[in-house]
């Protein structure tokens, strides 16, 4: 099976833009995750969907949306970016296990 | 507020030695322990789970030890290898609420040949 896989691979984008990524998740997964991760913070959770709604979300402002297509894939926006934004996004798809497989992520720099 | 603890934030350890990295947890509904391994550039992967319903998991040369009772978790890595060499984060999850992982702010492991 094809692994989780994440679109672009890097951005540079800057403060004030909305930037959208996106994510295909493996296989027959349903439940895509999305995470933040930077040196100072680590990995934090975003949100997940399952089946098309929001499930979870973490506590990061309104600016981070996502959403997910009847075929799984999923994807994430950020509007008005700051330069705190910077970061590597990951995402990871689960099986009904919770297994979580993460994607390459994509790396955002806000300049 | 970091719901799951890790130390060390770094470790370097001899080629053919044990890496311990060891993990805390306050919330007592978490119920999945998953050990991530991430090379850079790369997104972490899956290395070895563990449900509190078992005091020890062993997959090859990884080790996970629970303690239910101390809310603790820890990974051993036995036979160290350079190839090994990477940054490791613990997780916790509550599968009941879906796949909302907390994360441990990572190991940085270097293993000297």
């Known amino acids: 099976k094809a692994g989780v896989t994440q679109t672009p691979r890097y951005l540079i984008k800057t403060r004030g833009q909305q930037v959208t990524l996106s994510c295909s998740p493996i296989?027959?997964?349903?439940?895509v995750s999305w995470y933040q991760q930077t040196p100072g913070q680590g990995l934090q959770f975003l949100f997940e969907y399952f089946s098309e709604t929001q499930r979870n979300k973490g506590n990061f402002p309104g600016r981070f949306s996502g959403r997910q297509f009847s075929n799984s894939r999923s994807e994430m926006n950020v509007s008005t970016l700051e330069l705190g934004d910077s970061a590597l996004y990951l995402c990871?798809?689960?099986?009904?296990?919770?297994?979580?497989?993460f994607g390459p992520g994509t790396r955002l720099l806000v300049l | 507020q970091q719901q799951v603890k890790q130390s060390p934030q770094s470790l370097i350890v001899q080629k053919g030695g044990i890496s311990i990295i060891n993990c805390a947890y306050e919330n007592t509904a978490f119920d999945y322990f998953p050990w991530y391994q991430q090379f850079p550039g790369k997104g972490p992967a899956l290395l070895i789970a563990i449900r509190p319903d078992v005091s020890e998991k062993k997959e090859g040369r990884f080790t996970i030890s629970f303690n239910k009772s101390a809310k603790q978790f820890s990974l051993h890595i036995m036979d160290s290898q350079p190839g090994d060499s990477a940054t490791y984060f613990c997780?916790?999850?509550?599968?009941?609420?879906?796949?909302?992982?907390?994360f441990g702010t990572g190991t940085s492991l270097t293993v000297i040949p």
């Open positions: 296989s027959g997964h349903r439940s």
């Open positions: 990871a798809s689960s099986t009904p296990t919770e297994t979580q497989y």
């Open positions: 997780a916790a999850s509550m599968g009941y609420t879906g796949n909302q992982f907390y």
